[in-house]
């Protein structure tokens, strides 16, 4: 080309050399191509390149969004442009007043922010919680995005389905499996009501079910509970506590059977909620809001509550365990 360029046009070509070096010069070992043409071609890949990027990211973010744990249909569209979204974003970062104004960036920003996290995937936590701080500590925010990415009807499953009446069940289920009132440290003398009775069913699951394996490591049923639910005394230094316990879960202050306070800990961060189920409900949306996987030493405890409680299948089809398996068989049975 650089040849026919000279040929064409006589008075561009040099004096030295073959005449046209200033226009193409190929390569030799090490050292790249150079020229004119060449310099316009290698700009002009560049920006073809990064044509074809955005446009497989559009496209991909179009179709199904990535989820790590369950497959969900396409998010909808958003109604803010990409400019007001990055505004919203900044503004939020650094306000958490007045809620008013909190709540409706939030509600806008939803979409979006549910398509970035899964075009992010390979952010930790901490970072998707820099960028979107309002998710952790403002109420009601965990539930708004869990009810985008899955179906409206799942997101009351907990509250519909844990009533004391199945909590019985579940505590009956638990009195022919293990010994849960060692580790639990409580007698059935102590369960004098209602919540009692909702609370310890919850805590009880980590001591029936199997504890989480990782490679060859299995954990203890003591590790299992503090990864599902941490008690811990009043009085407890919490910002030491954050600073040692970063994973999703639950912190209970107080007594299991009748907590003083609940809290959704995630990150260094914590919201507090009115009750242990509510705090379970929070935890379990957290995980498909971020879109991570349970953490391993309690991931059966959670399968259990995501097939059996809130009915969802995993996002590529694997055999379910078989102790959710015969657990959810047993209290279907029950009367």
């Not at 803010?80 to 505004?87: A, F, M, V």
Request: proline share 5%.
């Amino acid at each position: 080309m650089a040849r026919a360029v000279i040929e064409e046009f006589p008075f561009l070509k040099d004096e030295e050399g073959q005449g046209f070096e200033a226009w193409y010069t190929p390569g030799k070992g090490l050292h790249s191509a150079t020229g004119w043409l060449e310099e316009k071609l290698r700009n002009m890949r560049r920006r073809i390149n990064q044509e074809k990027n955005k446009t497989n990211i559009s496209s991909s973010s179009a179709t199904v969004s990535k989820s790590k744990l369950v497959q969900f249909t396409s998010l909808p569209e958003s109604s803010i442009s990409e400019e007001d979204y990055e505004g919203m974003v900044e503004w939020l970062k650094h306000h958490v007043e007045p809620l008013t104004k909190v709540k409706e960036f939030m509600s806008k920003t939803s979409v979006k922010r549910a398509s970035w996290i899964r075009e992010h995937s390979d952010l930790s936590v901490d970072a998707i919680l820099k960028e979107h701080p309002r998710l952790i500590d403002t109420p009601g925010m965990i539930e708004l995005d869990f009810a985008l990415v899955l179906p409206e009807s799942v997101s009351d499953n907990l509250f519909l389905k844990w009533t004391p009446s199945f909590a019985d069940k579940v505590i009956k289920y638990a009195e022919d499996q293990a010994k849960w009132q060692v580790y639990l440290g409580i007698n059935m003398e102590q369960i004098n009501s209602d919540e009692a009775k909702q609370n310890v069913a919850l805590s009880i699951l980590p001591c029936i079910l199997p504890a989480g394996r990782k490679c060859k490591k299995r954990c203890s049923i003591d590790d299992a509970l503090s990864s599902f639910i941490d008690v811990k005394p009043i009085g407890t230094n919490i910002p030491k506590y954050l600073e040692d316990n970063l994973k999703p879960h639950i912190l209970v202050l107080g007594e299991r059977l009748h907590p003083h306070q609940v809290f959704l800990v995630c990150e260094g961060k914590c919201l507090e909620r009115s009750n242990l189920v509510e705090a379970v409900d929070s935890c379990f949306k957290l995980f498909y809001v971020l879109d991570m996987e349970y953490p391993w030493q309690s991931n059966v405890t959670w399968e259990f509550f995501q097939k059996v409680v809130y009915c969802l299948e995993d996002k590529t089809p694997r055999k379910t365990t078989s102790a959710v398996i015969s657990m959810r068989a047993t209290l279907n049975s029950y009367a």
